[in-house]
């Protein structure tokens, strides 16, 4: 993985020769610093040429493995004498030309120190590099001699009589095959290498009904595409007849496409199966998704036992003995339902020693033996196709994987932080590096290398993570990339090798004492208890950290190691107990997030503002009896320097209120934007300072208690409101709803709270008709009696919540209203005591959840009630009071 290191080390000479034009320095005739740092960027670029070419040579190949070895530590030495650099040099931001020469006078000794240093290493490093037999034979291209050829795709087809889990796509693919249609039928089988698809696929095509019912087949395995004229040779012969062609293991959309283009209609009845790991390549040739079969989901609990028991226990006819069921169930549920690994893992296991000792070992030894040539090198050569196929920047973000523990799940917004403050995403035309990290991680999701447990209900990634022996196949491919410190993996078999990212996971941190972290850029800590203090002491050489990751790790303090890293760019302190940030934050001058939601922390000092580099400010504290997330008190000042501020939530603007919501007009990049504690008279400023927010996608806006007013009627104005609204709270009363809501094409989400309109309002016309509204959260909206949801409107509402609504009684669902929802929840409606009417007309609801309804509304949906009919094709009906620790299951 020593390729992986060279674009990060450009990152760091990019950076250091920007920071030599702002200086200055190319002016200084006596130490042209620029041209030094300029040949050090040329020099990492023709090593990384090097080592991509190095990824196609046969991976055994000592003398490939020291060549590459010695140019990643030159690599390395580089970025190291770069990052030096630029710590050494003060970074700050100045109001005016008269503080920046004042500073320049102040610091002209320290940083002529800086540059000479640099130069001086910059030559030592290129006598290193001539000290080889040429920098040109070290960087040349590898031979052809050399060159390895891809590896194939390694199919593990199990026996006719082990298609255990898979006996529903089988079946549901054998019934299309045998389907009379006019036209030639394209049916898609997708899934993660090891996940049975050419399994399904080759038992289907064998079949003698099958191939009886074509007149002829070919089965053409794209792992090695053929050329475009044996293509044509090879099909040519179907043309004028029914036939049935399988493309197994498609890879690329060109690959594809070469293959179709060549295929001849055939007779009515010809079908084309196409497998790939890759959902995005095929899916659109596909006419309906009853022929797209998805095998990402893996087997269940009970068919993945089955199959490991009849693998595993042959000899007494898949009887699991009592004893060793413990651990059969631990090792079957690392495997995650993936089929090729059951099925290897079972078989391992059926040569092992049936004893709990010997089964615990391999547990606990797993990811070693997925390694190449150990015993489960199989599920590695399974994987390994779909990491090669990974272009350089998504197989950097695949490997990042390896950081995080074992099942663990992360959220979608913190992943794309973390990649961007590791320099990771480079946006195309026209993007922000958010979206184009968005699009690297939907890309990983689509080649199902990496999986999505949850979504928003629009479909959106909200969290993610890799199955567990994929993480165990990225860290035996990401020795050079990361460090992963573990109970499994003691601290002293650690080499000694430089490391740049270090994961501490249920690792005491004590145990660290006494080891070089000097090199280390990346710190990320997972469930230990630790103090500031001990932090220090550890960390107290890390000077050229970047990135540092303490979420939910209980520290009380604020670390004060952090005001020794000049470099950081990232900073989570995240539901830690900190209770304040100190004024040196303002030194941090390369900041892009600072995360420190769920903390005690409730003012941040004025120093935020020196942060120019700053994209995410995320802060706010939690109420401890509510549990309600509170404002941070933000300072006056010119928060308008932060003008590369993406997300800015949830702030408290106490004082000269008018003055920082004026301000606030001045970035214009935000795209996310959470505000607290406003009142009336401040309305207009803050409108005026949203309006200028063009690419806003995010609006939370919450007055200072439930009886004051929000006025935000001044949007409804030219310029008007953000175009591109997304998401919308509004948390305050409202005198009637604003009448720009409606121009709000993009919004997909509306949250109204304590609005209390009245009565007599018309209180959801200006929401009904909405194109994109798919959740709707109505919390002590309206003071009315009835809410009437009219036929043929909320046609995208998936998700409804009302909640305390005091004087309803009566809902009604005309014919045709929200015909797609598919959660209704009501909570705390305390006059409400039927069923909404009409709630049968909702055919796709799934959900029905309450929480503190009254209970004759409970009543009527008993098994035995009167009105349980109207509700009986519900998956999940659920009941809640405040108080009690469960719920009534009314399913």
Known sequence: MAELAIPLSLLVAEKAMSLCYQRNASKDPSNNIHDDVERAWKCLRRMQAYLGDSEEIDEGSLMLQNRVAEVQSLAYEIEDALDKFISQIPHHFHSNIFSQKLHDVAHYREEKRARVELSTKIKDIEKKISSFSTLDSLLE??????????????????EEDEIVGLEEPKERLSKQLMEEDSRLKTILVVGPGGSGKTTVVKNVFDSTMVQRFFDCHAWIDLSRPPKAEDQKAELMHLKEKRFLVVLDNVWTAQDLELITNALPRGLPGSKVIITTRNSDVASSRVESSEYIHDLSSG????????????????KTAGYCPPELEEWAKKILKRCEGLPLAISAVATLLAKKPQTPVEWKKLHESLGSEIRPDSSLSIISRVLQPSYMHLPSHLKICFLYFGMFPEDYSISRDRLIRLWLAEGFVVPGRGQTMEEAAESYLNELIGRNLVHAPTREINGRVRSCRVLNLVREFIISKAENFITVLDPNCPISTRSSEKIRRLSIQNVNINLLRGRDFSHVRTLLVFGEECSPSELDNVF????????????????????DCVIGLPLLRYLCLSQTDIKSVPKFIGNLSFLQTLDLKGTQVTNLPKQIYALQDMRHLLVYSCDVTSGVAQGVQISAGNIGALSSLQKLFLIKVKKQRKVVLKALGELIALRKLGLVD???????????????MLELSTLDVRSTSEDEYLDLDQLNFPPGP?????????????????????????LARIALKWSKLNADVNSLEALQDLPNLVELELVGYYTGDSMKFKAKKFTKLKVLRIEQLDQLDMVVVEDGAMPELKKLTLSRCQNLKLLPYGIDRLILLEELILYDMPEEFIARLQKDSEDR???ENLRVIKSFYSGSTGCQNLS
């Open 540 to 559: 107290k050489n890390s000077k050229f950290l970047r990135v540092l990751d303490f979420l939910g790790v209980p520290l009380k303090n604020f670390p």
């Open 722 to 746: 953000p175009r591109y609204l997304q998401r919308l709270c509004l948390t305050g009363r409202l005198e009637s709803l604003p009448q720009w809501i409606p121009q709000l094409h993009s």
């Open 299 to 314: 087997l269940s609990w009970k068919k993945g036992w089955s199959l490991l028991c009849k693998k595993a226990f042959r």
């Open 141 to 158: 291209p590898p031979s052809s001699s050399s060159t390895r050829k891809r590896d194939s795709l390694i199919h593990q087809v199990l």
């Open 678 to 692: 406003l009142e009336r008279e401040h309305g207009r400023e803050l409108c005026c300072s949203i309006q200028k």
């Open 869 to 871: 009919y109207l509700v």
